[in-house]
């Protein structure tokens, strides 16, 4: 069984920053890739950034240069370090993995979200 928590979602003004976490914890062997994904009202969820095991990234054009995503391997946990967000980024975002478990299956896991909101 495995479980992906977020935390570090919140109210926070425009131009404003706020740090994202994600751990991962149970039957976990290996985690090849973490990401963040975000959902907006109305529209479908995006990606928008990813993380794999051996340090390479990549980004929504609508991020880049704002957030930054990092990892603790031996914490089973990533981060986005989201700075001067806009309105267009409120959103519930999501963590999301693909890790293998004690089995030896590989799947994809979800976080349950949490809601960031930029307004004043």
């Known amino acids: 069984q495995v479980q992906l928590v977020e935390s570090g979602g919140g109210l926070v003004p425009p131009g404003g920053s706020l740090r994202l976490s994600c751990a991962a914890s149970?039957?976990?062997?290996?985690?090849?890739?973490m990401a963040w994904y975000r959902q907006a009202p109305g529209k479908q969820r995006e990606l928008v950034a990813a993380?794999?095991?051996?340090?390479?990234?990549n980004y929504a054009d609508s991020v880049k240069g704002r957030f930054t995503i990092s990892g603790d391997n031996a914490k089973n946990t990533v981060y986005l370090q989201m700075s001067s967000l806009n309105a267009e980024d409120t959103a519930v975002h999501y963590c999301?993995?693909?890790?293998?478990?004690?089995?030896?299956?590989?799947?994809?896991?979800w976080g349950q979200g949490t809601q960031v909101t930029v307004s004043l």
């Open positions: 993380l794999t095991r051996g340090g390479s990234t």
């Open positions: 999301n993995a693909d890790l293998m478990v004690v089995t030896g299956h590989i799947s994809n896991y």
């Open positions: 149970g039957t976990i062997v290996k985690i090849y890739s």
